[in-house]
């Protein structure tokens, strides 16, 4: 099978497609044949080798795919051969075939091409893990997504709508903040030119926002805490603006607020399959009823896994980035 490696960190270019051998299910897995794949910002980082990677942690890039059951390791039961699935995946999803146990798949959701359902594994349960279980988003409360406009964000915006949250966003522009807007987000603050402190502030009347989803880590921690209401959360998922800050507890304490910091990857497979659990029940309905979506920006071919690097680091794409492994 093709797939793709980097014998060294660097630039997109390290990225090469190279013929492996195909992997085989052990107990408790199942073999996929891969339609496509996702990048995630994760990706990138485990290129550049700044991914702080548990040791036991497949080196291999994408953690998401989609594609169609091949066969099917010993003790697995409710999936069969020709199954139409997404995965949720430690990595190798950059390849035309992948083993991943059995719990951590979530079916084709009806009305999703195959193709497009990629982009959701790692989106839909990380915004569920994030808001839905850590964060515990409540009907009627008021969440601040940071960037709203990636993967991850574009899908959480729909969801945490559709849940019953007002929803307020930040992205980089205004073409990005307008399909946040169009997307469910009732707020939208470009990050560049506005103090999202401030906006949050006026918009809620002083009060604050009940929940955060941050991606930025020690850039925006502070101003975090400034914008959250009494008994208020942040849900720390990423660390783009640094990873180490100082926290003022005496204010955190004042808010009754919290603080938790949290990654999907390296969950023990009890939770991963929890989560997933999760997503069946809360997101995959949405799905099907065409309430919510994928939000897929480009396809590329898994022979343009550079150029899909390249696109990604520039920033432009809103939503998700996939690659076809079929081309």
Not at 231 to 249: N, P
Not at 298 to 327: N, P, T, W
Request: hydrophobic content about 40%; glycine content about 12%.
């Amino acid at each position: 099978m093709k797939g793709v490696i980097f014998e060294r960190v660097g630039d997109p270019d390290v990225l090469k497609v190279v013929e492996r051998s195909d992997p085989n299910p052990a107990t408790g897995e199942v073999l996929i044949d891969v339609c496509g794949t996702a990048l995630n910002y994760a990706d990138l980082l485990q290129r550049r080798g700044t991914y702080l990677m548990d040791s036991g942690v497949e080196a291999l890039l994408g953690i998401e795919c989609s594609g169609i059951i091949a066969g099917t390791g010993e003790g697995v039961s409710g999936w069969h051969v020709g199954d139409r699935v997404c995965a949720l995946l430690s990595g190798g999803g950059y390849a035309e075939r992948v083993c991943v146990p059995a719990t951590q798949l979530l079916p084709c959701p009806e009305g999703v091409s195959l193709l497009d359902a990629a982009a959701l594994p790692e989106a839909a349960c990380t915004l569920w893990s994030n808001l839905r279980d850590i964060g515990c988003l409540q009907p009627g409360e008021t969440v601040l997504i940071h960037g709203g406009a990636g993967g991850v964000g574009s899908l959480a915006i729909q969801w945490a709508r559709h849940w019953g949250a007002r929803v307020l966003t930040t992205a980089g522009s205004s073409d990005k903040l307008k399909r946040c807007l169009a997307l469910g987000a009732d707020v939208g603050i470009n990050y560049r030119t506005d103090d999202f402190v401030h906006v949050v502030r006026d918009v809620t009347q002083g009060r604050g926002v009940d929940l955060i989803l941050d991606n930025m880590g020690a850039q925006y921690l502070e101003h975090n805490i400034d914008a959250l209401a009494y008994d208020g959360r942040i849900v720390m998922i990423g660390l783009q603006g640094g990873r180490e800050a100082s926290v003022h507890l005496g204010k955190m304490m004042g808010k009754r607020a919290s603080l938790h910091t949290t990654s999907l990857r390296d969950r023990s497979a009890t939770a991963k399959q929890a989560i997933v659990a999760g997503v069946v029940r809360d997101v995959w309905p949405l799905l099907k009823a065409g309430l919510i979506k994928p939000v897929i920006d480009r396809v590329f071919a898994l022979g343009e896994v550079s150029d899909a690097h390249h696109y990604m680091e520039s920033g432009c794409h809103i939503g998700k980035i996939v690659m076809d492994s079929r081309r």
